[in-house]
């Protein structure tokens, strides 16, 4: 018996000396955990993800399986889900970390409105064990509130670029609203118009909703206002679309449309015919010709007019003539539209002759030039000229 328990023994010592002490492994359970957004929206895209607590389990594969549900409670999570077979949401593939999928407003069962959502997941670590899910598997689906896309047009801008208007010009602005989760009746908007100084000047009026060939989308409605800012500066619109009274009265969205204005600039010959000779030049003439200015750019006043805005108006123009041997140039009464016709028939041959257009708009500003400038800027920019001179010769 001694003998026996020596020779155990040394057989024990031996394996001590070499090393080869054997103890089976123990492998824990891997552990997966769901993260939700803070908020889920009824109507909207929610994200979940799933997670190994072992970083060196993954990549795994995800089982996921969501159901909506009609009611949750903090205390007792999601009730009233839909049944099996009728999940909210599976995925393609199914073996994902992270699924992003709609939160339907009604239950698929029809039951009611969402209220919450049941997440079952069974995820298998890469050694292909059975995860343990820990945490929230039940998450509560709040009310959305409104969606309100807000935009703004003037004319004469492209589309999408900065609202920078003259002093007068009317501005649309355009506010669609929809609500994945409520009646559009149920959705009230405040607008508010933000002048540079209190109680600023402006005229603010309802427009009727745009004509459209399609038919109205029933998820959504658009209305639309036209604001005239008054006052040069930075001006801003404020939209806020919320429920009426007894509606989710803490639920709201507000969106801004900022734009600038500046003073009404002076009006700018673009256009002119015939041709004006260079410098010291003249236009030698034989036969009847019309003098006429066919274009003219302004922010309120330009020629030719704007037609279908009453806020619009049209440049006036002033013609002068100044005849052969003449020290007083002569004002052509009535000629205040943007042409005349000259008849070099009514001078003699060799005959030099001025012909002067000079432009105006509802500021008329007085041409700062002295009579002898054949063309003039009230700004001082050479590209932008109010008064235009012909020095004509009778051929």
Request: with cysteine; proline share 11%.
């Amino acid at each position: 018996m001694h003998a026996l328990i020596a020779v155990r023994a040394a057989a024990a010592a031996g394996l001590l000396l070499t090393g080869c002490f054997y103890v089976d492994p123990i492998v824990a359970r891997p552990v997966v955990r769901i993260v939700a957004p803070s908020v889920i929206y009824r109507g909207g895209n929610a994200m979940l993800t799933a997670g190994f607590s072992d970083p060196s389990a993954a990549p795994g594969t995800y089982e996921w399986k969501i159901y909506a549900c009609t009611d949750y409670r903090a205390s007792a999570g999601a009730s009233g889900c839909d049944p099996e077979g009728e999940e909210l949401y599976v995925p393609p593939d199914n073996l994902r970390d992270t699924v992003q999928f709609q939160v339907q407003a009604m239950t698929l069962s029809g039951a009611g409105l969402t209220r919450g959502i049941q997440v079952q997941l069974v995820a298998r670590s890469s050694r292909g064990a059975i995860a343990e899910q820990t945490g929230l598997t039940e998450f509560p689906v709040s009310d959305a509130p409104p969606e309100l896309e807000l935009d703004a047009w003037a004319r004469g801008l492209a589309a999408g670029a900065p609202i920078d208007v003259a002093v007068g010009v009317p501005i649309e602005l355009s506010a669609r609203y929809s609500d994945p989760d409520n009646s559009l009746d149920d959705i009230v908007l405040d607008w508010e118009p933000v002048p540079p100084s209190t109680p600023g000047k402006f005229t603010f009026e309802d427009l009727p909703a745009t004509p459209s060939s399609d038919a109205p989308d029933p998820k959504a409605r658009t209305v639309r206002k036209r604001l005239v800012p008054g006052e040069p500066g930075a001006w801003d619109v404020k939209v806020t679309a919320h429920y009426r009274p007894g509606i989710s009265p803490d639920l709201s969205v507000l969106q801004h449309k900022p734009f600038m204005v500046h003073p009404d600039r002076p009006p700018c010959l673009a256009q002119w015919q015939p041709i004006a000779p260079p410098s010291g030049t003249t236009l030698p003439l034989s036969a009847p010709t019309v003098f006429q200015v066919p274009l003219v750019q302004d922010d309120l006043d330009a020629y030719p007019p704007v037609l279908d805005a009453p806020q619009y108006g049209m440049s006036t123009f002033a013609w002068s003539i100044l005849p052969p041997r003449a020290s007083q140039r002569q004002i052509l009464v009535g000629a205040t539209g943007n042409r005349i016709d000259f008849d070099p028939g009514a001078f003699r041959l060799g005959d030099i002759v001025e012909l002067r257009v000079e432009v105006f708009d509802r500021h008329p500003t007085a041409i700062p030039c002295d009579d002898g400038a054949a063309t003039c800027s009230i700004t001082g920019s050479p590209d932008c000229i109010q008064r235009q001179t012909w020095r004509v010769e009778v051929r």
